[in-house]
């Protein structure tokens, strides 16, 4: 056999796929091209636009189509909620860092509240309740715990510097911040606290009240 009959049959064995693998990569492309006309709604009208009507309308297919690949708009919802827990965990690796907890606490907290301003729809999905019938699964909720995992991080380091006592659970320091912060977005999206100056001027009090309980030796 030539070189090039060679080549040619090493190019063909790498190329070459069986039906089921090309099936199986038509069907996740599929479900990624719904997933992103989904999210695009989403974020251009808000939740209430994610229909599996709307999104076969904007996909110009059958709604059998996005029913075949998800099942339900609970299904579709689920997808759309791991989409927002990577584009805020990506939000949170690129937060500037400081050797300083509170510094670092500080922009953290400020890239939530940016994330909850530049992505209102994936918020309300994801801590809003926007979705009546969807409730996060055990995958969902992991991904929650992945994209927070920096505030876990900043705690253990600010327990490590002696910084935060060492008798503070550090994931429960992590929900009761976080708690503290998504409250006062809520009360902001629920109308509230008034403008968005408003509100971010109370949001910043919260942060620097949360600074001084949570890391009081500093």
């Not at 599929?30 to 209430?48: F, H, I, S």
């Not at 380091?157 to 809520?186: C, F, K, M, N």
Request: hydrophobic residues 35%; charged residues 20%.
């Amino acid at each position: 056999m030539s070189g090039q009959d060679t080549s040619s049959s090493h190019t063909n064995a790498r190329t070459l796929k069986t039906y089921q693998e090309a099936r199986l990569q038509n069907h996740e492309n599929l479900r990624k091209l719904v997933v992103d006309a989904a999210a695009t709604l989403l974020q251009e009208e808000g939740p209430e636009a994610v229909t599996v009507r709307r999104v076969s309308q904007k996909m110009d297919c059958s709604t059998k189509i996005i029913y075949s690949l998800f099942v339900n708009k609970e299904g579709l919802a689920q997808q759309l909620y791991l989409e927002g827990c990577k584009i805020l965990a990506s939000e949170f690796e690129k937060t500037q860092r400081s050797a300083d907890p509170s510094q670092y606490f500080y922009n953290i907290g400020e890239t939530y509240w940016q994330f909850g301003q530049r992505y209102p729809g994936y918020y309300k999905l994801m801590f809003g309740g926007a979705f009546a019938d969807f409730k996060p699964d055990e995958e969902s909720l992991q991904g929650t715990v992945t994209a927070m995992r920096q505030l876990l991080i900043l705690f253990s380091s600010a327990q490590e510097q002696g910084l935060l006592p060492r008798q503070y659970d550090t994931e429960a320091v992590v929900s009761i911040a976080w708690a503290s912060l998504h409250g006062v977005i809520h009360l902001y999206f629920g109308g509230h606290l008034g403008d968005v100056q408003s509100a971010h001027a109370v949001y910043t009090k919260t942060l620097t009240l949360l600074v001084s309980s949570l890391l009081p030796e500093h």
